[in-house]
């Protein structure tokens, strides 16, 4: 039994590894291994001899075991080591460069506008950007036949032969929106619908994805003048400008009567524009009072509610209010240029950083 116990702590002591020490372990202490053969043996002895025989051979068992756990945790200990001497970090060293992105105009220039309008009461109305042509149009007071329909330039899903579900379009404004809003909501309202709009346009100054906010106030006596004051309102807001001058010009939509373009005041001095000073005018949006078959088709009853409608584009006014001059920078992804107009990952939108008025 000597024998066993100097040869098995004689080849834990030199085991290189734990495979080595598992090895050693079955052969030894393992439930065919040598102990295990000797305890066989215990039933060949007298009584005598098992009596001292047993508890030998458990207390060698026990010795193996406590030997081989002793060296497993002795080996642990030489494998961090190693790790700790050859597995190390720098972090004295600079780290790899990463680019800093910055918010997008048409982002700051949503939630500034979002901010104006909700302390006059305007909740974000939003929905989908696919429709059907009957929100997008008929609701609308646009029929099949109205030119506006093809001035719209309208881009329609595609349909397999045999797929008779209603014509859907990409939405050419935000209007079909406003529709859904009405019938989900009824009235009294007041919403901005803000968001992406398709036409098939693409020049020096049309993308066929542009931004749209539209807004749209009904109550029982809303008229013309409580429109004029809430884009005033908007618009000294917006440029940081008291009292900034609008002009109404007669105009025709379909889906208001009346229907006027507005204007703001602006100027051009050497070359640059000046808005709010000055005796130009600047077209910045389209509205009008609720045609009252878009009431209707948004199941309000006209005979009881009336409001007013406008429309503009978000691009636009980011373009006049940053000084960016060409559409294109919009959709560029080198953001040089929008550094270059003083955007950067930190300047917070209005919306969370207060009212700049
Ligand atoms: C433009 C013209 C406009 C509206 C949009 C509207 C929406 C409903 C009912 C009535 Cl639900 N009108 N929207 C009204 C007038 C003009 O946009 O030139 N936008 C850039």
């Known amino acids: 039994m000597d024998d066993l116990k100097a040869k098995y702590l004689g080849q834990i002591a030199e085991a290189a590894d734990e495979s080595a020490l598992e090895t050693i372990r079955v052969a030894a202490v393992g439930k065919k291994g040598e102990v295990a053969l000797k305890m066989r043996e215990l039933g060949k002895m007298t009584a005598q001899e098992r009596q001292s025989a047993g508890p030998a051979l458990n207390a060698l068992k026990d010795e193996i075991n406590s030997a081989i756990a002793a060296k497993?945790?002795?080996?642990?200990?030489?494998?961090?080591?190693?790790?700790?001497?050859?597995?190390?970090?720098?972090?004295?060293?600079?780290?790899?460069?990463?680019?800093?992105?910055?918010?997008?105009?048409?982002?700051?220039?949503?939630?500034?506008?979002?901010?104006?309008?909700?302390?006059?009461?305007?909740?974000?109305?939003?929905?989908?950007?696919?429709?059907?042509?009957?929100?997008?149009?008929?609701?609308?007071?646009?029929?099949?036949?109205?030119?506006?329909?093809?001035?719209?330039d309208t881009f329609y899903m595609h349909r397999e032969d045999g797929d008779d579900r209603p014509p859907h379009v990409l939405r050419t404004h935000t209007s079909p929106v406003q529709i859904r809003t009405m019938e989900q909501r009824g009235a009294p309202l007041r919403i901005i619908c803000p968001g992406g709009v398709y036409r098939a346009d693409y020049d020096q100054t049309h993308t066929p994805m542009f931004h749209q906010v539209e807004g749209l106030a009904i109550d029982k006596d809303i008229s013309m003048a409580n429109l004029k004051w809430v884009l005033e309102e908007f618009f000294s807001a917006f440029f940081e400008i008291d009292g900034i001058k609008t002009r109404f010009r007669a105009s025709h939509f379909p889906f208001t009567e009346p229907s006027a373009e507005v204007d703001i005041q602006c100027s051009w001095v050497d070359g640059q524009l000046r808005i709010g000073e000055g005796d130009g005018w600047m077209e910045v949006l389209g509205s009008g009072m609720v045609h009252p078959h878009v009431l209707r088709s948004g199941g309000v009853d006209p005979e009881i509610w009336q409001g007013f409608a406008f429309g503009m584009g978000i691009d636009r006014i980011a373009m006049l209010k940053y000084g960016i001059p060409d559409l294109r920078a919009f959709f560029d992804s080198d953001l040089r240029w929008l550094r270059h107009y003083g955007f950067s990952a930190l300047d917070m939108p209005t919306l969370h950083g207060g009212l700049s008025r």
């Open 72 to 152: 497993r945790a002795a080996l642990a200990d030489a494998a961090l080591d190693e790790r700790l001497r050859t597995e190390w970090l720098d972090v004295t060293l600079p780290s790899r460069p990463r680019r800093q992105g910055t918010i997008h105009p048409v982002s700051q220039v949503t939630e500034e506008l979002t901010a104006i309008f909700a302390e006059m009461g305007f909740s974000v109305a939003e929905g989908p950007r696919i429709d059907t042509d009957w929100y997008n149009f008929d609701a609308l007071n646009i029929p099949g036949h109205h030119p506006a329909r093809a001035e719209m």
